[in-house]
């Protein structure tokens, strides 16, 4: 498997790139060939154009790949006719010493090596990373004497191991003493290797080095760190051409407005020979039910955290729960839970779905915890006449929530509504609890939001706006913030950086409390209500909306995004009823082919 098309053993010196390019016009490299002494040009024959710096690196990744697929004959033939070479001979020796584990052999190899690291292209990965198996590396420039040392340390690590695993424990306690150890280079790594003299077995060794064992696979892997040393000039970096492909097919999918499903970084998934297109028809625009049961505004919808929930709440006082079909993702009514009589403008779910709280408007003192499983009223919370509990958020135990409201009140309550906790003097708008279980985020009248933490009675400022904000929600690894801002519209903030992101555009957004939220594969889109009656989507990373959809007659309170299948969204409004939305009802083949 010899990826040289030369003589393994030429030292001739390489073309800047790695590659020698021929003026013979049979086209075969020839390693004493130049200008001046090529063969005179024969008549009718054409002179072989020399070819571009572009055109000699698509040769060697093509020459690579199929390397890879064993066609060995046809890369040779492709180096010939070419007049290029896939690596550096002294490269193919090294490779080949290495996969036979001919260790002595390869170590003689550094030496041939060490000229050819002083390419100017190198990319050399030197600084080994804290802890792991010392083997991982962040590139660094280093002079070459160290990148020679770590090669070198690659190898007799691996030596070492195969040693130990043929039960050759003299020869291997002989690597580690005078070999490894006088190296100096990570000691911290040369004292895991000494542990591992005292594996019983070699199941036991190859388990705890976490390490496949002597063979193809193994050294395969050392060959991938050790190319990480020499400049592609030299010997190019494993699976390349599958590398470059993978990294276009990411960015045409980044690119795709209306990419809606798994992101599977495999190149066999998709198909090579014609760009990543996603049809906007496969895209939650199109109104699939229009739920009428509400007899008046509604409020709020908010789909379970497991998806096969809705639950929405209305000015006529009811919530009611709503199951969705897994095949068909239409919605039939479950319960209605009645009784609010505020009317209902927040509902959340606890973490296992089985409980739902629900909240009224500024005036409502009262909030209710309902068992969605069995439909009945668990806990009726109220600790004062004159309090107003309008927002609520559990925690991410499952056993305790948090609730307040704009005259200043803010509890932690466990589900029977005892008060556990209380927090003085906070103007409520907003809650959300974030998933260490003890910081809790509050938008508040002062147009920011701060972080409460119940524990040590710390808090802190966290975003702040010009203008109220009326409602905010988290993306699920919490790193994102999304609020919908009073005459602002939508703003997307970075909680870890605490930096505003983005501003969305199109939506109309006045003092109504109007709630967005994340959606899809991997939250990368975001949606919400507005009060010229539509509701707009835009991709995360983008400000203009990639859709408007149209269909409510009155302001759109609420967007709730379903977690679980991202083609199907809700979206609620004051003209009392619920849209269900999601892809083109009709999808023909073609178009199914068009996601892929």
């Given at each position: ?116 690291v002083h390419s100017p292209h190198a990319v050399l990965a030197c600084r080994p990373s804290s802890g792991g198996s010392g083997s991982e590396h962040s590139p660094v420039s280093c002079p070459t004497a160290d990148v020679i040392r770590r090669m070198k340390f690659l190898l007799l690590q691996q030596k070492y191991l195969e040693y130990l695993e043929d039960g050759k424990v003299l020869e291997a306690l002989q690597v580690l003493r005078c070999e490894l150890t006088p190296l100096k280079y990570n000691t911290e790594r040369i004292h895991v290797l000494s542990g591992y003299l005292m594996c019983s077995h070699a199941d036991d060794l190859r388990a705890k080095a976490e390490w496949e064992g002597k063979g ?381």
């Amino acid at each position: 498997g010899s990826l040289s098309a030369h003589n393994g053993e030429s030292s001739e010196p390489a073309h800047s790139n790695g590659v020698i390019s021929s003026n013979n016009n049979n086209g075969l490299s020839s390693s004493s060939s130049s200008s001046s002494s090529a063969p005179a040009e024969q008549p009718g024959v054409k002179k072989k154009k020399r070819l571009s710096q572009s055109d000699e690196d698509v040769i060697r990744l093509i020459g690579q790949h199929l390397h890879g697929l064993g066609l060995n004959q046809t890369v040779e033939l492709l180096m010939q006719e070419s007049g290029c070479r896939l690596e550096h001979p002294s490269a193919t020796k090294f490779r080949n010493h290495v996969m036979e584990g001919e260790w002595d052999k390869a170590e003689n190899d550094l030496n041939e090596l060490k000229s050819l690291v002083h390419s100017p292209h190198a990319v050399l990965a030197c600084r080994p990373s804290s802890g792991g198996s010392g083997s991982e590396h962040s590139p660094v420039s280093c002079p070459t004497a160290d990148v020679i040392r770590r090669m070198k340390f690659l190898l007799l690590q691996q030596k070492y191991l195969e040693y130990l695993e043929d039960g050759k424990v003299l020869e291997a306690l002989q690597v580690l003493r005078c070999e490894l150890t006088p190296l100096k280079y990570n000691t911290e790594r040369i004292h895991v290797l000494s542990g591992y003299l005292m594996c019983s077995h070699a199941d036991d060794l190859r388990a705890k080095a976490e390490w496949e064992g002597k063979g193809t696979a193994s050294r395969s892997k050392l060959l991938d760190k050790l190319q990480t040393y020499l400049p592609p000039s030299v010997m190019l970096p494993p699976r390349r051409l599958q590398t470059l492909l993978r990294q276009a097919v990411e960015l045409q999918r980044d690119r795709c407005l209306y990419h809606n499903t798994k992101l599977d970084n495999n190149v066999d998934s998709v198909s090579l020979l014609i760009d990543h297109v996603c049809s906007r028809k496969q895209f939650p625009c199109f109104t699939q039910q229009v739920l009428t049961e509400h007899c008046n505004e509604v409020w709020f919808c908010k789909f379970s955290n497991d998806g096969t929930k809705l639950a929405t709440g209305s000015k006529d006082t009811t919530v009611i729960i709503w199951q969705v079909d897994p095949d068909t993702h239409q919605l039939k009514l479950l319960k209605t839970l009645e009784g609010h009589a505020y009317g209902v403008s927040y509902l959340a779910w606890s973490p296992d779905d089985n409980y739902l709280i629900a909240c009224g408007p500024d005036d409502c003192s009262e909030l209710w915890l309902w068992n969605v499983q069995t439909g009945e009223l668990r806990t009726k919370m109220s600790q004062s006449h004159e309090d107003s509990l309008t927002s609520v958020a559990w925690n991410p135990d499952g056993k305790r929530f948090v609730t307040g409201g704009q005259r200043g009140q803010f509890y932690q309550c466990d589900l029977d509504g005892n008060l556990l906790d209380s927090w003085e003097g906070v103007r409520v708008q907003c809650l959300w609890c974030l998933s260490d279980g003890k910081t809790v985020l509050a938008s508040d009248t002062h147009q920011r939001i701060r972080g409460y933490n119940f524990e040590d009675l710390t808090d802190r400022n966290i975003v702040q706006e010009d203008h109220p904000i009326m409602s905010f929600t988290i993306s699920r690894n919490g790193r994102l913030a999304l609020l919908n801002v009073a005459t602002q519209g939508v703003h997307l903030w970075d909680l870890q950086d605490r930096v505003l992101v983005r501003k969305y555009q199109g939506v109309t957004q006045g003092f109504y409390t109007i709630h967005s939220c994340f959606g899809g594969h991997n939250e990368d889109f975001i949606a919400s209500g507005s009060e010229d009656h539509k509701v707009y989507v835009w991709h995360k990373k983008s400000e203009l909306p990639i859709a408007e959809l149209t269909g409510h007659t009155r302001t759109v309170n609420c967007v709730s995004w379903n977690p679980q299948i991202p083609s199907l969204m809700a979206s609620a409004s004051d003209d009392g009823t619920v849209r269900i939305w999601g892809p083109a009802p009709y999808v023909d083949n073609q178009e199914f082919e068009g996601m892929q």
